[in-house]
């Protein structure tokens, strides 16, 4: 064996500084700077080594000084090693972005453009300079003034272009438009039936609506007998015993024999006992089979049948399903009105047809909607949002334009009333003169001068003809044509506190009055809650339940012998006592106006016209109310419990309390500072008083408002945990909550405060942006405020999507058996819908032929990613009607890869569809057509953005 060590055996810096010296053969190089070129063997084994050590040096260098050798090795390097790096890194790194008109030639550039629209190709001429030359080219504008026969007036220089774009440009701004309305009633629309018809095909076409009506009235009465009829023997519908039963469509008309009752005022406190009541009233133990006599004499009611009086509806009110309360509101729905509750989940062409069916080509002298929405949005649909930006897209354009159509036209214009408050905002107003544009009919919105649940919809409202100086007369709010003025004021002041009690009512009651529509559910429900609980005895004024607090307690502790006169005299000195406390500054003052005629406006006094002042003396006296409730927080929650840790009578551990009530004595200090400073400026009101200051000094301190919105939902954890670990301070609640000191309110509720405050803020400040002039001192201030404020709201939304998004995740999650886990980053539940899954015994039977067998009822989850499929078990409570439901995991099915085929209707199935995986497929059939379409749009929607995601 050959022990001669090779040249490259040992490294160079272990032989430094010896003597050896190893044998040179004249055929190879031992440790030299140059590569050999003579023997191959070595000049490779030589490469391959200096290529390690120099990716091991490269690994160890930082990214600096790897682009400078980088940079120095492309520096060396030939064309066609040059060209090699470029093709490696194409292939590497691909182009995916490049201008295709800076590729393409010039002629297949112009042939893209020319596929655009008018207001597309002026979008693309602002891109750059380049894309502006392509744009206006007269090859792409030629055409399209040539097809309107417009025809430029003179010849074009050689080098001029852009003669045709322009031409294009003023025909259009000079050319005469009309609204779609206008052009309905002067040429007709292409729904209109044609008016030349023979008085044969009349007489045909009356005779064949007449059979229709005819079969109609015998479908409508037979299921009447079934409903009605007695559980044994048979029915005889001419005999003596026979019941006079309500039909469903005449229950509307049962609220025009209640009295309207005088307008009161109502504070939050006496609302929240009125909730108390309900729920103890509804209870689960003792409260359902009343609910259900109710009902039944509701639906069913001899008494309530001979004063029904039909009478043609003349005004539509549109009811999204997501306002709360909605039931209430059903109820006291006047009977000249026809409603339409809708679905929030659906879409716009949904909408349509359910406004159509039920209205059956019948026009109306004003159409109400009522939806969620603020300032400068309205939430028609869950996906369907309508602003300043929005309004004139295609599918809102095409929904107003055909549900103007159903305003019958008069003298006067028709109206829309929008029961959001749009006219609080610059945004909202341009809104407003949009539709009113697009429509052409008055559409009229609250102003949102009034702070509360919805309580805007009680004041001041206004229209498009506010705003064009042709000022209308309105004698009363356009909600109280459509609602009887108890009912509304009970809604718009109740409407939180009485949806926990519909909740209850929904699900213990709603399952006997499954068979009939939402609506007609609704309404029962509604009927049932104002006639039980009475909502209407409610409407007392806080200072007299203040009053009559303190009186009756002095009299009790001074035991008179004659209370009646002791409590007049009380009263009486109690409001002289108020009177000369308050001032001037009484809560009347701070009351909005009545509406005036606003034809001669030099007649009015100022108070009616200086809405700034009303604005400002709306935002003093609800920022008193507002500290009233957070001094509530600190004096019966926060010193109790700090004394008891103090006097070692632990209700609390100091972590837990910091945990609950720290932001909220920060806050309260904070606006305590805002509202003396509204108090000053107030003192001292005039034209050129600004408040826009006091607000910008508030929004430089928010940062005490964003460390409570991230600690309200530990801060709720904690009261729950600690009102189920320690009896103590259960005790403590249920002592102190739901008290005069609290405001009726419990320790829970007054928390919220402050989220409802912020949007309270962004409402009354945008009222005062829009009435104030652009040259008022006070604008530059309260414009910046107000953009301060809009983030910090989208900063609360955000945070308030996010936990609710969470928390139906995790019920999802828990309600579903064997499910694997759902939270996954992006994903949301849009809908979920029970259906029933069907079998065909033989698939290649065609499907007009095929009959199918029902296997298992399943219950639909929709994500916005995938579709989750269960099996739904329901199991009815003995002894009750109730029952319940659970779930077992069937399958998941990605969006991407599902598709979706309607089954016609036949003899064998209704109602039917498949669902197609990349596997297998599924065939679910529902128990309503409109149940299946609208499920069937929900899911094709949601199958649409999964993909456009995808891709």
Not at 261 to 267: A, G, K, N
Not at 295 to 304: A, E, G, I
Not at 512 to 536: C, T
Request: glycine share 4%; net charge neutral; charged share 20%.
């Amino acid at each position: 064996m050959d022990l001669t060590p090779t040249p490259h055996s040992v490294k160079r810096w272990q032989l430094r500084g010896t003597d050896y010296e190893p044998p040179r053969p004249a055929s190879r190089t031992v440790f030299s700077s140059w590569t050999p070129l003579n023997n191959k063997q070595s000049n490779l084994q030589l490469f391959e080594e200096r290529t390690t050590l120099v990716l091991h040096w490269f690994h160890l260098w930082t990214d600096k000084q790897r682009k400078h050798l980088l940079l120095s090795l492309l520096q060396c390097c030939t064309k066609s090693q040059l060209k090699y790096c470029r093709d490696i890194l194409i292939e590497t790194v691909p182009v995916t972005k490049v201008d295709f008109t800076s590729v393409l030639p010039r002629f297949l550039s112009l042939y893209v453009m020319s596929f655009l629209s008018p207001r597309d190709l002026c979008a693309a001429a602002q891109v750059s300079w380049h894309w502006m030359f392509l744009a206006e080219q007269d090859c792409i504008w030629a055409s399209r003034c040539i097809r309107r026969g417009w025809f430029l007036p003179y010849a074009p220089r050689e080098k001029e272009y852009g003669a045709w774009k322009n031409h294009y440009v003023s025909c259009m701004s000079t050319l005469d438009w009309l609204t779609p309305r206008e052009a309905a009633q002067q040429y007709g629309h292409l729904i209109q039936q044609s008016m030349k018809l023979t008085e044969e095909e009349e007489e045909r076409k009356d005779g064949r609506r007449f059979r229709q009506m005819l079969r109609d009235k015998l479908h409508e009465e037979k299921g009447l007998i079934l409903r009605t009829r007695r559980a044994w023997g048979s029915y005889n519908k001419g005999g003596g015993g026979s019941t006079k039963t309500l039909r469903p469509n005449s229950a509307m008309s049962l609220m025009s024999s209640w009295p309207s009752l005088s307008r009161l005022s109502l504070d939050e406190g006496q609302v929240t006992s009125s909730a108390q009541s309900i729920q103890a009233s509804v209870s689960i133990s003792g409260g359902v089979n009343k609910a259900c006599g109710a009902l039944t004499s509701f639906v069913c009611s001899p008494q309530m049948s001979q004063t029904v009086h039909h009478t043609s509806p003349v005004l539509l009110l549109m009811i999204s399903n997501r306002i709360p309360a909605y039931e209430l509101l059903l109820s006291g729905v006047k009977a000249e009105v026809m409603v339409v509750l809708y679905d929030h989940r659906g879409t716009l062409k949904d909408l349509v047809t359910q406004v159509e069916r039920a209205t059956c080509g019948q026009s109306f002298q004003r159409i109400g909607v009522l939806t969620p929405g603020g300032t400068e949005e309205v939430h028609l649909l869950q996906n369907s949002t309508m602003s300043e930006k929005t309004v004139l897209n295609t599918d809102h354009r095409e929904f107003w334009e055909k549900l103007s159509r159903w305003v019958a036209g008069s003298e006067d214009k028709g109206w829309i009333d929008i029961f959001s408050p749009l006219a609080a905002s610059a945004s909202g107003v341009t809104l407003i003169q949009t539709l009113s544009t697009l429509t052409g009919l008055e559409v009229c919105a609250p102003m949102g001068l009034a702070t509360g649940s919805f309580q805007n919809i009680l004041g001041e409202w206004t229209d498009s003809s506010m705003f064009t100086g042709q000022c209308q007369d309105h004698s009363a709010s356009p909600a109280l044509q459509y609602v009887w003025n108890s009912v509304l004021q009970s809604w718009c002041t109740q409407s939180r506190w009485v949806e926990e009690a519909l909740e209850e009512l929904r699900v213990y009651l709603g399952l006997q009055l499954k068979k009939i529509s939402s609506q007609g559910r609704g309404r029962a429900l509604g009927n049932f809650l104002w006639e039980k609980i009475h909502l209407e005895e409610i409407l007392v004024s806080k200072q007299l339940s203040e009053a009559l607090t303190e009186g009756l307690t002095i009299l009790t502790a001074q035991k008179e012998t004659r209370p009646l006169e002791f409590l007049a005299s009380f009263l009486t000195g109690w409001s002289e006592r108020k009177d000369s406390e308050d001032g001037t500054t009484r809560a009347a003052d701070f009351s909005l106006p009545l509406p005036a005629p606003r034809g001669n406006q030099s007649d009015l006094p100022l108070t009616l016209l200086d809405w700034r002042g009303l604005i400002t003396k709306e935002l003093h006296h609800s920022e008193g109310l507002y500290l009233g409730k957070l001094s509530a927080v600190v004096k019966v929650y926060l010193e109790p419990l700090a004394a008891a840790l103090n006097s070692n009578r632990t209700i609390l551990n100091y972590a837990d309390i910091q945990i609950i009530f720290n932001p909220v004595t920060q806050i309260l200090e904070l606006n305590s500072v805002f509202q003396e400073d509204l108090q000053t400026r107030l003192q001292q009101w005039g034209p050129q008083q600004c408040v826009g200051d006091v607000f910008v000094k508030l929004c430089s301190r928010l940062r005490v408002y964003t460390n409570y919105l991230n600690n309200y939902t530990t801060a709720l954890c904690t009261i729950d945990k600690c009102r189920e670990t320690k009896p103590a301070f259960r005790a403590f609640l249920k002592r102190v909550d739901r008290t005069l000191t609290t405001h009726m309110l419990s320790l829970q509720e007054l928390l919220l405060c402050p989220v409802w405050r912020i949007q309270e803020y962004v409402t009354l400040l945008q009222a005062l942006c829009l009435h104030t002039l652009d040259t008022h001192p006070d604008h530059t201030h309260l414009c910046s405020a107000l953009n301060t404020l809009l983030c910090y709201r989208g900063f609360i939304h955000k945070l308030k999507r996010n936990t609710e998004k969470d928390r139906v995740m995790e019920e999802t999650q828990q309600m579903i058996q064997g499910c694997p886990n759902l939270s996954e980053p992006n994903r949301q539940l849009v809908i979920t819908q029970d259906a029933a899954l069907l079998r065909s015994p033989d698939e290649k039977i065609p499907d007009s032929l095929r009959t199918f067998e029902h296997v298992a009822d399943v219950g639909l989850f929709l994500f916005n990613d995938a579709l989750l499929l269960t099996r739904r078990n329901v199991h009815h409570i003995p002894f009750t009607v109730t029952k319940r439901c659970t779930h077992t995991f069937l399958a998941s099915v990605a969006l991407t890869s599902l598709t979706v085929r309607e089954i016609t209707h036949t003899r064998y199935v209704c109602h039917a569809f498949v669902l197609e995986g990349p596997c297998r497929s599924w065939v679910c059939a529902m128990e309503k057509e409109e149940m299946r379409d609208h499920f069937l749009s929900v899911l094709r929607s949601t199958i649409n953005s999964a993909l456009n995601e995808h891709h």
